[in-house]
């Protein structure tokens, strides 16, 4: 059984820091493209970062370029998120997934979805 199990999450003050983790189990953790996605309240999900299944190419959503950094340990099947300078608009759930070979920044793309860890950017 896969299972994407996020945390890190929490209450931050606008411009602080935030490492999001997401452990990956039950699948071929270097075979898969890992992506970080997000939602507001009465938002939809929105593409935040990705990462290749080598870790070569990465790719962020506008907003997010120079602040986030997204990266993977494939020996602790992790896949992380280093949010700086953070905003009160970062304000989400952040969601990691999974997809098979090839990395996209569509949700419907992905395969498999965790479930999720809040993250509140205080002003």
């Known amino acids: 059984q896969v299972q994407l199990v996020e945390s890190g999450g929490g209450l931050v003050q606008a411009g602080g820091s935030l490492r999001l983790s997401c452990a990956a189990s039950g699948l071929p953790f270097s075979n898969y493209a890992m992506g970080w996605f997000r939602q507001a309240p009465g938002k939809e999900r929105e593409f935040v970062a990705t990462?290749?299944?080598?870790?070569?190419?990465?790719y962020y959503e506008d907003s997010v370029k120079g602040r986030f950094t997204i990266a993977r340990d494939d020996g602790k099947n992790t896949v992380f998120l280093q949010m700086s300078g953070l905003k009160p608009e970062d304000t989400a759930v952040y969601y990691c997934?999974?997809?098979?070979?090839?990395?996209?920044?569509?949700?419907?793309?992905?395969?498999?979805w965790g479930q999720g860890t809040q993250v509140t950017v205080s002003s």
């Open positions: 990462i290749s299944k080598i870790g070569d190419d990465t």
């Open positions: 997934a999974a997809r098979l070979d090839y990395p996209s920044d569509s949700s419907y793309m992905y395969d498999y």
